[in-house]
């Protein structure tokens, strides 16, 4: 059996900010960081736009309480207000600190870290590094995790989390390589596992996005906290879904509709193409709605609308938004100097995920705390994003409550000792269920029910909702979940099969759809990102209220906690 003092599933800026903060807290406790991808292929690689703090550098008059209004007006007041109080308190000293760590952000003329405009923020505070943020943090944080002598186990799968007794104590893995099984105990596991686009058949996440974490927690009896709230980032690409970065828009992009209008001015008059995410995807969608979205010929009534760079000229869009311009450049062949890009909605990033308190330890209920177990990134929900987050919250939320969870478990597991558990029990159930799978005589194809579940999702719990479509929603997703079990898989081999990955990734994103749905299904109101057609209003009297959605084979049980509120008592939401 494999041990260290604590385990982090994820290799992301999340995990890895944790791994590091563990072992410059105490050199001598052993880590081990475990990864489906290598670390450095994690999502968080992806991030363009930049990551949010009042640093004063563009904007003397901005200060973390600035910061904190505006996200819990952007989480439509479903944000936890204590857990955005420390995230932007503690957001410049993380900046400074990667700084500290070699991160190379962008600079202003005079030798400062830069700052950006971002959606739904009042003042210019997202820090960034051209619009390839994400890659120059989380390289850096690698390279630290190698020099602390954390050990990486990197294209391993976990399989399942073991928690006995209300204690997390390990977790069963799979070596991608060669198909070797193996069991790990640890005195804290944490998990980091990101987000789970891949529910759907139109994201900006990478194909590693599968929920995992969420599932596993979900199949060990543990609840998820706001899991109907989707964000659909307004500009992905069309029709491949890939981000154009909210960066662009940011340094001056328009959106403009069949009419070449800024349609902007109809929704959100005093931040036009700068509003939260949710209110701007909502507005796309009404324009393709209505008629006015472009045809891939240029005719009215397609399903996309314009971004439009070209006023920026091209020495902007070269130095601020280069990556954006060579994603539509290579994919679309478009050169957006003189051409504009054709986008729509996305699903972007998971709002909800696995409860967890400002110090990382996930909850098993309301009351109730888990013992040696933490979560942290968008895997995680502390809430700081509520309904909706604001764009360049998410990095921050990684590296501050990344930083914040990894100091908890080095205090928290000084006096413990590491658990016992029955490794041999654990392996051969897991060998026999892999066994199970590679054996079963089935007729379909991963890639064609992944399909099907992918588009079911997307079309019955998409933009905007509503009970019929919900209900018909949930029962096509059972009528697929079934022809999970006739799926067969033509690679029987234990080297690198990818094949047996993907059923096991298929099958987190069946549950954790699931779970979605049906949460979205009991929340009567619109709130966020979670647009009811047939409850159009907020209704904070019923529903000022976290979602905890229980899973298990008989059935999905909903209930809820109460939000803290501290300072801003919720007001009507207007921009
Ligand atoms: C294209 C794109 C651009 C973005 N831009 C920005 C931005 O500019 N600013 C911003 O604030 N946010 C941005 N976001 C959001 C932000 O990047 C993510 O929310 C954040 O990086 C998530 O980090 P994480 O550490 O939680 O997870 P991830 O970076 O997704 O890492 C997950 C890790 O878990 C591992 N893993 C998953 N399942 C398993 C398993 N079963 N076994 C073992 N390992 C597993 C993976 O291998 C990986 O190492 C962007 C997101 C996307 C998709």
């Given at each position: 059996m494999l041990e260290h003092d604590v385990i982090i599933i994820g290799g992301g800026l999340a995990g890895s900010r944790a791994a590091l903060e563990i072992v410059r807290t105490n050199p001598t406790l052993s880590v081990g960081l475990i990864a489906?991808?290598?670390?450095?292929?994690?999502?968080?690689?992806?991030?363009?736009g930049g990551m949010a703090a009042?640093?004063?550098?563009?904007?003397?008059?901005?200060s973390w309480e600035a910061h904190a209004f505006d996200t819990v007006k952007g989480s439509d007041y479903l944000a936890d207000q204590d857990a955005v109080e420390i995230l932007t308190r503690e957001a410049p000293d993380v900046v400074i600190d990667l700084e500290h760590m070699g991160v190379l952000f962008s600079r202003a003329a005079d030798g400062r870290i830069a700052q950006r405009a971002f959606g739904g923020?009042?003042?210019?505070r997202t820090c960034y590094a051209a619009d390839k943020t994400g890659h120059a943090i989380l390289h850096e944080l690698i390279c630290n995790l190698m020099q602390y002598g954390v050990t990486i186990y990197d294209e391993w799968y976990v399989t399942r989390l073991i928690l006995e007794d209300g204690q997390a104590k390990g977790v069963v893995m799979y070596h991608l390589l060669d198909g070797q099984l193996a069991i790990a105990r640890a005195k804290a596991i944490m998990v980091a596992?990101?987000?789970?686009?891949?529910?759907?058949?139109?994201?900006?996440?990478?194909?590693?996005?599968?929920g995992d974490g969420l599932a596993m927690t979900a199949l060990a009896g543990l609840p998820l906290e706001d899991i109907e709230f989707v964000q659909f980032h307004p500009?992905?690409?069309?029709?491949?879904?890939?981000l154009i970065s909210e960066a662009v828009r940011g340094e001056g992009a328009y959106l403009i509709n069949h009419e070449g209008r800024r349609f902007m001015e109809d929704y959100?008059?005093?931040?036009?193409?700068?509003?939260p995410r949710d209110i701007t995807s909502r507005a796309i969608t009404r324009e393709i709605r209505a008629g006015r979205g472009i045809n891939p010929?240029?005719?009215?009534?397609?399903s996309f609308i314009y971004l439009d760079l070209?006023?920026?000229?091209k020495e902007k869009i070269m130095s601020r938004v280069p990556f954006c311009w060579e994603e539509a450049h290579r994919l679309l062949g478009i050169d957006a100097v003189n051409e504009p890009m054709p986008v729509r909605p996305t699903v972007h990033?998971?709002?909800?995920?696995i409860p967890v308190n400002t110090e990382g330890r996930v909850r098993g209920s309301a009351t109730e705390l888990v013992e040696g177990f933490f979560a942290a990134g968008e895997?995680?929900?502390?809430?700081?994003?509520?309904a909706n987050r604001l764009g360049s919250n998410s990095l921050l939320e990684c590296v501050v409550y990344g930083r914040r969870t990894g100091a908890a478990i080095a205090h928290y597991i000084q006096n413990r000792k590491l658990p016992d558990l029955d490794e041999t029990h654990y392996l051969t159930e897991a060998a026999d269920q892999i066994q199970a799978l590679i054996d079963q005589p089935g007729t379909y194809r991963i890639a064609q029910i992944r399909q099907q579940y992918q588009d079911c999702m997307t079309q019955y719990c998409g933009v905007f909702r509503s009970e019929s479509v919900m209900q018909e929603g949930i029962a096509k997703l059972k009528e697929i979940q079934q022809l999970y079990r006739q799926v067969r898989l033509d690679d029987k081999g234990k080297d690198w099969n990818t094949e047996l990955i993907e059923a096991l990734e298929l099958r987190s994103l069946m549950i954790v759809g699931e779970m979605i749905l049906t949460s979205a299904l009991n929340r009567k109101e619109s709130r966020g990102s979670h647009a009811r057609e047939d409850y159009p209003d907020r209704d904070d009297t019923n529903f000022l209220k976290h979602t905890l959605t229980y899973y298990s084979a008989a059935g999905i049980d909903i209930q809820y906690m109460p939000v803290i509120i501290t300072q801003f008592q919720p007001q009507e939401r207007k921009y």
């Open positions: 489906k991808t290598h670390p450095i292929r994690s999502h968080s690689v992806a991030a363009q009042s640093l004063q550098n563009a904007d003397p008059t901005d923020h009042s003042h210019n596992t990101g987000g789970y686009g891949r529910v759907y058949n139109t994201t900006s996440n990478d194909y590693a996005s599968t500009t992905g690409l069309y029709p491949v879904g890939v959100a008059p005093s931040r036009m193409e700068l509003a010929d240029g005719s009215a009534g397609g070209r006023h920026m000229g990033y998971s709002m909800g995920g895997a995680a929900c502390v809430s700081v994003h509520g």
